[in-house]
């Protein structure tokens, strides 16, 4: 890549096959499935092009294309955070589910770190391994240097076998930019990038940025500069090691997510709940298994608690509206699925819900509106625009039974099958297709319609 003429990305699609190119053996992992080996390559790839800085330097993003056009362009950096997200958001584009995971030592916001978090969807076990970009590190089974899951590496913290524990460092060079005037030894990032013996130069100058280039940042220099003084002050007689497992212990956050796979959404959910027990999520789906068990009232008074102590949990206003709804109180279910539509306004269960409510309540029109504002913002769902669709048809075979006449619209037989979703249409005969209707009588052909209408 020259620095005259850096690459310019404009989608996600280009950015792929460009990561595609970069990075040889990438396509092999995937035609092979091989999750990790994707995802290492990936984190190598992520760790060169993610400019360093003190901070996220300049710019926030929302999406990979925008970050790797800053990057390239050396407009602005990231700290840890960034880079955690940057990868997650580069494993996402190709299939593989990940999370942002951060820990921090009580209220010391420089004793703290952001890394991620990837499942091997490839795997029946759906295992999820921790994987830093900023660092380029993962941890290994000290013994047989085998991949240790994230799990695992937290049961192995809690009972005390740090020396079964390894981490797997594999440090890669890239910039590093600083605001102009501003010097690098007075910097927290200082001491992660360069030894604390060897004087740094300004290489270059990029948009008022100072660029040091071929910094390679490692966990030992944070160890002996940035964090030198804070781990003195806080780990007491423990080792080093042990303080900062722990620390993944003390106060961990998660970034929320939404994945298409139900599975790999439960699976996130379920090591959320054994690490953090106390988080919104986790007694979300504490109560959600107990409403599941029949443990309806239990269940209820965990869902209040929720949105007492947390009173923008949107997955809590949802439940509290599916119990109303149960029990037939329809006005208040709709209260709790509105509050819940306020604070997650594309969310599709919301959605549904609050439809569902409304088309029991006649209030045909208004469940259209929210339909309608809702495939507006996310048109590629194509249920919500079939429900849509039914929505309209329901309405015409309404106005036209309160005429006394209800006109049924002629249907192939292909276009039933396609709308029930068989793969393949039945061949009926066309004896069949011409019997009149007073001598129909149910045939063979006929069970795999009936045994679809009884399912659903």
Known sequence: MSEKDPVSINDNESLLSYILEENEGLKITLEKKN?????????????????????????????????????????????????????AMILRLFGIP?????????????????????????????????????????????KTGRLITFYDLI?????????????????????FLSLQGT???????????????????KEQSHSGLVEYKNVSPTFSRLLEGAWKDLLEKHRGTRPVEHFLFNM???????ESFSFTDPNVNLKFRELITKIRPDLPDSMNLKAERKFQNGEREEAKSIFLELIERWPTFSPAYNNLGVICWEARDIQQALNYFAKALELAPNDRVVVLN???????????????????????????DVEISQVLG??????????????????????SVR???????????????????EKPLNQWKMEIDDAPIFRYIYRN
């Open 35 to 87: 999750i990790i080996g994707t995802a290492f390559i990936l984190r190598k790839w992520v760790s060169k092009v993610a400019n360093m800085s003190v901070k996220e330097l300049l710019f926030e993003f929302e999406d990979p294309v925008f970050a790797f056009n800053i990057f390239t362009k050396k407009l602005g950096g990231v700290w840890c955070g960034g880079a955690a997200t940057f990868y």
């Open 98 to 142: 990940a999370i942002t995971y951060g820990y921090f030592y009580n209220s010391e916001k420089n004793l703290s770190h952001v890394t991620t978090l990837f499942c091997d969807i490839s795997d029946k076990e759906m295992p999820i391994y921790l994987s830093d970009a900023y660092l380029n590190y993962h941890y290994v089974d000290s």
């Open 155 to 175: 049961t192995r913290i809690r009972s005390g076998q740090y020396d079964t524990i390894r981490m797997e460092e594999w440090p890669v060079s890239r910039s």
């Open 183 to 201: 010097s690098p030894e007075n910097e927290i990032a200082y001491s992660w990038c360069f030894p604390l013996d060897k004087p740094i130069q």
């Open 248 to 254: 993944m212990l003390m106060n961990s956050y998660f």
């Open 354 to 380: 609050c439809v569902k409510v409304l088309m029991g309540l006649q209030r045909v029109e208004d469940a259209k509106k929210l339909y309608s504002d809702y495939l507006r913002e996310n048109p590629p």
């Open 390 to 411: 039914d929505f309209q048809m329901q309405q015409y075979i309404s106005l036209e039974m309160s005429r006394d006449t209800l006109h049924i619209p002629i249907v």
């Open 415 to 433: 276009d039933l099958h396609k709308k029930l979703g068989f793969e393949t249409p039945i061949n009926y005969p066309k004896t069949s297709l």
